[in-house]
Nanobody, 125 residues
Framework: QVLLVESGGGSVQPGGSLRLSCTGS????????MAWFRQAPGKEREREFV??????????YYADSVRDRFTISRNNLKNTVYLQMDTLELEDTAVYYC????????????????WGQGTQVTVSS
């Protein structure tokens, strides 16, 4: 059974930081491209690509809205992918999901084979 388990969400003020983690089990983690998506309140049908990286971590991709504020990384020895989120804004409030694919990094949710259960990030003053 494949499991992706996110952690690290919480509440923070604008300008603050959080670090999300996603640990995988039951899959050859180091062979999967990984990505973070988010789903904002009131947008239950829209899962937005945030960031992704290749199996090696050599290539990284970001949505324009988070570029220069978020950093994606991975540690294949720990089967974990991270999302460092700095300078958080109110608009970053969402449930954040990690996803895995044997294909290339894509901004399309349907391209991913496995998903975590999500972790809530709330940015409020």
């Amino acid at each position: 059974q494949v499991l992706l388990v996110e952690s690290g969400g919480g509440s923070v003020q604008p300008g603050g930081s959080l670090r999300l983690s996603c640990t995988g089990s039951g899959l050859a983690f180091s062979t999967y491209a990984m990505a973070w998506f988010r789903q904002a309140p009131g947008k239950e049908r829209e899962r937005e690509f945030v960031a992704g990286l290749t199996w090696s971590g050599d290539s990284k991709y970001y949505a324009d809205s988070v570029r220069d504020r978020f950093t994606i990384s991975r540690n294949n020895l720990k089967n974990t992918v991270y999302l460092q989120m700095d300078t958080l804004e109110l608009e970053d409030t969402a449930v954040y999901y990690c996803a895995a694919t044997l294909s290339v990094v894509s901004t399309t949710p349907s391209s991913y084979e496995y998903w975590g259960q999500g972790t809530q990030v709330t940015v409020s003053s």
